[in-house]
């Protein structure tokens, strides 16, 4: 089945330890993005990438690194977490930016991070 | 700057009324817009897109660039019509902004 695979679909850390969620697409997507939704707020989009080692900022990027050294996979690092980054994560993915435009993005089912 | 608005954070209505659920956009260039929705305990998806002029699920949007507007508009509404719903507005500089979504419920 062609999906958005994240991982964990919960996590519950401390102030300050490093975590990576996953993220990983079996469509052989150019395009992979990351979100954060908050309540009143949206999504806000924290880092994108167009392809393989090619990525780039979003509107929110502060406190997050991601790396794309290969095409399925995208991690989010939170390389000292902190609690105003406690959120509901969503990692998306399109075949390129042009399909993006023309037939939106994949999802995935998100992942609810609480930082205590 | 780009920017996304969606003036109304819940919306509720009873079954087979009219329902609009409205989108304002901000963008210099030629935006490409979206509606995605977003069912209880299920990911986002997307419902529908301004080029295809397509009707998804009862759902039509009209891009209105006088009034930089793209409403999301579904003649009778329906109780499994109730979830989250985003506008999305992607541009030339690779990004998708979403505006903060609105939440329909619809009551039977």
């Known amino acids: 089945e062609a999906q958005v695979t994240q991982n964990p679909r919960y996590l519950i850390t401390v102030t300050g330890k490093k975590l990576t969620v996953t993220c990983s697409q079996n469509m052989n997507h150019e395009y992979m993005s990351w979100y954060r939704q908050d309540p009143g707020l949206g999504l806000r989009q924290i880092y994108y990438s167009m392809n393989v080692e090619v990525t780039d900022k979003g509107d929110v990027p502060e406190g997050y690194k991601v790396s794309r050294k290969e095409k399925r996979n995208f991690p989010l690092i939170l390389e000292s977490p902190s609690p105003n980054q406690t959120s509901l994560y969503f990692c998306?993915?399109?075949?390129?930016?042009?399909?993006?435009?023309?037939?939106?993005?994949?999802f995935g089912s998100g992942t609810r991070l609480t930082v205590v | 700057a780009q920017r996304v608005t969606q003036p109304e954070k819940l919306l509720s209505v009873f079954k087979g009324a009219p329902v609009e659920l409205k989108c304002n956009y901000s963008y210099s260039g030629s935006p490409e817009l979206f509606w995605y929705v977003q069912y209880s305990r299920q990911r986002l998806q997307l419902l529908l897109r301004h080029i295809s002029r397509e009707s998804i699920k009862g759902f039509t949007a009209d891009l209105n660039k006088g009034e930089t507007s793209f409403h999301l508009k579904k003649p009778f509404a329906q109780e499994e019509d109730s979830a989250m719903y985003y506008c999305?507005?992607?541009?030339?500089?690779?990004?998708?902004?979403f505006g903060a979504g609105t939440r329909l419920f619809v009551k039977a």
């Open positions: 998306a993915s399109s075949l390129d930016f042009r399909t993006a435009i023309n037939y939106g993005y994949t």
């Open positions: 999305a507005l992607t541009s030339g500089g690779f990004k998708t902004i």
